[in-house]
């Protein structure tokens, strides 16, 4: 079946707003064996819409599906309900139990509805009505000809909820049966995306099944698997499969799958080891910090931190001597040694993190240019300080070190030499 989707919204097309829903939304539609063949933003502009939706009307020559998220609401500026009626050429009808819904709605929480809210109640004739869970505004389902159209809000959290409970089981129903793809991800550190696309060419190659690709953000390079198999548990069993070659050949450097970060990945092994950490940060400001303790439950591993950004605070909290300051500078491997040896015999954790760096846009030189960073993990073996240079901005550069520090306790957590 031919599939496209349509993002409505003039916050769209003027970059004021990102459209996350489209990614979402082509992520469960592989899941069902359909591939979009074409994305399109149109701005709230009702001759646009208009055009869009007839021409891909008069153009299906095959079973098409369009899934079309955005412009529900109760303004003026709404328009997908009146653009896909006159598309259709079908007049727009009210909908008794949508607006029934609409007014228990606004009752049970105890809100005055404007009147305009009732033009949510106007779907065109013959759609069926998908019920909001979330929100006042229903989607609805409508066909003519080969022309299959689903209609969403564009409320991410909304979309997400309509999509499960109402449109799956209509897309399932006329997706083609007979394949099911499953997807999966792997995460990765410490190598570029050429690297590890060196390293599992084979598995990359076109044509093969599963398929495999990589795509790389904020210091990360990400592995994706998609097998497509007559049943879920065989394609399960070909990512699984694929996963562990993937895994084999690129040995450390996966750090998670799914959901599951660096972040995710060190609280499991500190928990599982029974360890503890604390940190001290110059110029990741508390980033390590809040990483490690965005993870639920970290209050079970996480001591404590320490953002000492002036020389004075690093000498006065954490003991690191002036001399080394005034000889080798803040941003350097002595200063990062200290830093991570006085936070771990402060606090008493077993593993202690250091950060220290330039993370620009000023205060480089020739001999330390922005981007220079220094990152230390002192514990009973001993500490180890790793000199990196990172691209970027201020803010890839200050992500990137809290993400190589982290990094370096999770491989010391694995037992891989750092010598």
Request: charged fraction near 20%.
């Amino acid at each position: 079946m031919h599939t496209e989707t349509l993002s409505v919204g003039t916050e769209l097309t003027s970059g004021s707003t990102i459209d996350t829903n489209v990614a979402w939304l082509a992520g469960q539609l592989a899941q069902l064996g359909l591939t979009i063949r074409r994305h399109t933003t149109l701005p709230d502009d009702l001759a646009s819409l208009v055009a869009h939706v007839r021409g891909l009307r008069a153009g299906a020559s095959e079973p098409t599906l369009l899934v079309v998220t955005g412009g529900l609401g109760p303004t003026l500026d709404d328009l997908t309900r009146d653009a896909v009626a006159a598309a259709l050429e079908l007049p727009l009808v009210e909908d008794t139990a949508c607006r029934q819904a609409i007014e228990a709605m606004f009752r049970h929480r105890g809100w005055p509805m404007a009147s305009s809210n009732l033009r949510q109640a106007q779907l065109p004739q013959g759609a069926t009505a998908l019920p909001n869970s979330c929100g006042t505004a229903p989607g609805f389902y409508v066909h003519s000809d080969r022309l299959h159209i689903v209609v969403m809000p564009g409320v991410p959290y909304e979309m997400k909820a309509m999509y499960a409970e109402q449109v799956e089981p209509i897309v399932r129903r006329l997706a083609p049966g007979g394949r099911v793809v499953a997807a999966r991800i792997l995460h990765t550190f410490g190598l570029g995306e050429s690297t590890v696309g060196q390293t599992i060419a084979d598995n990359m190659a076109r044509g093969r099944n599963p398929n495999v690709g990589t795509t790389a953000a904020s210091g990360m390079v990400s592995v994706r698997i998609w097998a497509s198999a007559a049943s879920a548990d065989e394609a399960a069993a070909m990512l699984d499969a694929e996963e562990a070659d993937l895994r084999r050949k690129l040995g450390h450097a996966v750090v998670g799958c799914g959901e599951e970060g660096l972040p995710q990945a060190v609280a499991q092994l500190l928990t599982t080891s029974g360890a503890t950490a604390a940190v001290a940060e110059s110029c990741t400001g508390g980033l390590v910090s809040k990483l490690l303790t965005d993870v639920p439950g970290s209050s079970a591993f996480f001591l404590e931190t320490a953002v000492t950004y002036t020389n004075a605070a690093k000498t006065a909290r954490l003991g690191v001597p002036t001399e080394w300051i005034a000889q080798h500078g803040a941003v350097s491997e002595p200063v990062a040694r200290s830093m991570a040896e006085g936070m771990r015999s402060l606090s008493g954790a077993d593993y202690a993190l250091a950060t220290t760096g330039i993370a620009g846009p000023s205060g480089g030189t020739d001999a330390k240019p922005v981007g220079l960073v220094f990152v230390a993990l002192a514990s009973a073996d001993g500490t180890v300080v790793r000199r990196l240079h990172l691209p970027g901005d201020r803010d890839r550069v200050r992500h990137r070190t809290a993400l190589a520090a982290l990094n370096l306790l999770r491989l010391r957590l694995l037992n891989v030499p750092l010598e």
